[in-house]
Each structure stands twice: as structure tokens, then as C-alpha cells.
């Protein structure tokens, strides 16, 4: 069982930059795709972007591509969310999630969650 703990959200301008976290715990992160999702206020929950195992493939959201980079150091069981030139709509929640089975990143195969951070920003 693998415990996900994501962190460092804020409060920021529009432009500024930020990068997430997500820590693992209780399992290598080694043997999981982990992908990053966000939530706005009365949105459903949609995929930003995503890493496999290895780190040799990344996918992302079309609405992040040249904004946002996915990263992992598997010697320490972390994943993180890169994220540049921010606007006002990427306000939301964001959370990692981890998967060991085959396939895409569709939310519903990410069995294993972090509790989310708050990412808000000013124009």
C-alpha cells in the first residue's frame, strides 16, 4: 500500500511559478505511473499530467503543455508538478495519484491518492 502526500500549493500572481510535490510512503513510488489532477470550485476533477514508472514517458493536458512539466526522482519516492507562467483559471486543488496497472491516465485507474493542495492565482 502506498500513502501519497502532496504539497506546495499557494497563493501566487498570475505568471509566477510553483512546483508540487508528492511524497510516497509505505511502498517503492518506483512500481507506479503517478499523474496530477486538479479540481476547481464546481468543476469535476480532470487530468494535468502524468508520469510512468520509469520516468521515460510523460503525458499532458493540452490546456498545460509548455507551462507544466512532471518530474520523478524514484530514490526519493517523489513526483512533482513544475508548474510556470500560472493563470487565473489554474486555480483549483491539485492532487497526485498513483497507479500500478496498465493503461492511461483516466483518474479511474489511479487507485491510491494524496489529500490535495490549494493552488490559487491572482490576476
Known amino acids: 500500500q502506498v500513502y501519497l502526500v502532496d504539497g506546495g500549493g499557494g497563493l501566487v500572481q498570475a505568471g509566477d511559478s510553483l512546483r508540487l510535490s508528492c511524497t510516497a510512503s509505505?511502498?517503492?513510488?518506483?512500481?507506479?505511473?503517478v499523474a496530477w489532477f486538479r479540481q476547481a470550485p464546481g468543476k469535476e476533477r480532470v487530468f494535468v499530467g502524468g508520469?510512468?514508472?520509469?520516468?521515460?514517458?510523460?503525458y499532458y493536458a493540452e490546456f498545460v503543455k509548455g507551462r507544466f512539466t512532471v518530474d520523478r526522482d524514484n530514490a526519493k519516492n517523489t513526483v512533482w508538478l513544475q508548474m510556470n507562467d500560472l493563470k487565473p483559471d489554474d486555480t483549483a486543488v491539485y492532487y497526485c495519484?498513483?497507479?500500478?496497472?496498465?493503461?492511461?491516465?483516466?483518474?479511474?485507474?489511479?487507485?491510491?491518492w494524496g489529500q490535495g493542495t490549494q493552488v490559487t492565482v491572482s490576476s
Open positions: 509505505g511502498s517503492a513510488l518506483s512500481w507506479y505511473s
Open positions: 495519484a498513483a497507479k500500478d496497472n496498465y493503461g492511461g491516465m483516466d483518474a479511474r485507474l489511479f487507485s491510491h
Open positions: 508520469i510512468n514508472y520509469s520516468g521515460d514517458s510523460t
